[in-house]
């Protein structure tokens, strides 16, 4: 390819083709409105009923709440269910995880709802880069003895879930 059939080839991907891109994913990341909640499933999932109409399974992203069958995983859900049950919320589409299920960040009237989960202690950090707020709010959790750090060793839902895998 003759250099400036390159060059022209490059100035069009840049001025056409990265601008949609990047409006694409920022659309992606911001929250869009008018989500209703159906169903608190557990402390870190939930279905909601979007702006079109559709009905999806949300996981909360960035964080990991007991197991129903651990200690603490029915009052996780219970808080969770406390926050959102029948709201209209927000949600901050962050993909699709191996389950098929929404990855997104819930808001309620403007606050993270996956963050107060792991702020009052419902629910540990989660994924491979936590965000720093989510590290501290974790933090300040397990000091102070919130939620499931009330137990002087809780058991990551991970570590749980190995020990009692799902019969298929």
């Known amino acids: 390819m003759p250099p400036r059939t390159f060059l022209i080839l ?7 083709v990265l601008p949609l891109v990047l409006g694409r994913l920022r659309e992606r990341a911001s929250p869009t409105a008018a989500w209703r909640v159906l ?3 557990d ?3 939930v279905s909601c009923l979007s702006p079109d109409g559709r009905t999806h399974r949300i996981r909360l992203v960035g964080i990991d709440a007991p197991e129903f069958g651990q ?9 969770l269910t406390g926050k ?6 927000s949600v901050e ?3 699709i995880d191996q389950h098929g299920r929404l990855l997104g960040r819930i808001y309620a009237d403007g606050r993270d709802i996956n963050l107060e989960m792991v702020a009052d202690g419902w629910a ?3 994924g491979f880069s936590p965000e720093d707020a989510y590290l501290a709010a974790e933090a300040t959790a397990r000091e102070n003895r919130r939620g499931l750090w009330f137990d ?9 879930r190995a020990l009692h895998p799902r019969p298929r």
């Open 152 to 160: 002087a060793r809780p058991m990551s839902p991970a570590d749980w």
């Open 84 to 89: 959102l049950e029948g709201r209209t919320v």
């Open 43 to 45: 402390g870190d999932t």
């Open 93 to 95: 589409d962050r993909g």
């Open 71 to 79: 200690p603490f995983g029915r009052r996780a859900a219970d808080v």
């Open 10 to 16: 490059c100035l069009a991907v840049a001025t056409f």
């Open 39 to 41: 169903t608190v499933h």
């Open 124 to 126: 540990w950090t989660f």
